[in-house]
């Protein structure tokens, strides 16, 4: 497997009225394809931050990211959109479901970017909710799911597109212990089964337990890289 994010010297800096904050100091970082990742370190780490730089969320104000081959500091903003689009799969806290849309529509939000036809979307929508055990509640609006649910969902959401990453911000954050662990659980199965590159932002020393490294961040430095 070959290197598929690498940072260079990779900084963020945000303008606070005439302050500048500093969030991210100089990351240099490698990671490889299908790779399953945690990072951690205590609020205001500038954890969220890299993950949203290394998903082309947004944009850094100094130094390199590649992601596949591609530089994304060298992308405007309407590219990034489009590259973001065609190989990132992001997962949040809070699942971001549209709540007048069932599962099976939900999980077809993204392909209404792409030139696949109805019966094309349906299909694929269908096979990320059996990919994440939900087959049987593709008909069920967000209200009528459990929050572990609603997650597998928002999971399915995100690949559904088949993206080269996956982004997780805190995936079960809002979750008790049992969901939590069906969660991860269905992350650790998409990375070691489906070969997906998996980055996971979490506070949860036992979720990151299912990642195969765990990355430290304090005060937007890299303090350590251990195996878990």
């Known amino acids: ?54 998903g082309g969320l947004d944009t850094p104000t100094g130094g390199s990211i590649t992601v596949a081959g591609q530089r994304l500091d060298q992308l405007s903003g309407g590219t990034l959109a ?30 209404l970017l792409t030139k696949l036809s109805a019966a094309q979307r349906r299909k694929n929508a269908s096979i990320a909710l059996q990919l994440v055990g939900l087959a049987d509640r593709a008909t069920h609006k967000p209200s009528e799911l459990s929050g572990g649910q609603q997650q597998r969902v ?17 995936p079960t954050g809002d979750l008790d212990r049992q969901s939590a662990e069906e969660v991860l659980g269905l992350l650790r199965l998409l990375n070691r089964e489906h070969g997906k590159t998996i980055m996971m932002v979490t506070h949860d020393p036992k979720a990151a337990e299912y990642a195969n490294h765990t990355l430290h961040l304090d005060k937007g430095t890299l303090v350590e890289q251990a195996m878990a």
């Open 1 to 54: 497997m070959g290197t598929l994010i690498e940072t260079r010297d990779l900084s963020k800096v945000y303008e606070r009225g005439k302050q500048k904050v500093e969030v991210l100091h100089h990351i240099n970082l490698d990671i490889a394809e299908g790779d399953f990742l945690a990072l951690m370190g205590p609020s205001g780490s500038g954890k969220t931050t890299l993950l949203n730089l290394i």
């Open 82 to 111: 489009k590259w973001r689009a065609a190989h990132v799969g992001f997962v949040f806290q809070f699942y971001n479901l549209m709540p007048m849309l069932t599962a099976q529509r939900n999980v077809e939000l993204p392909l």
């Open 154 to 170: 928002a999971i399915a959401r995100a690949i559904v597109s088949d993206p080269t990453l996956l982004v997780c911000d805190e």
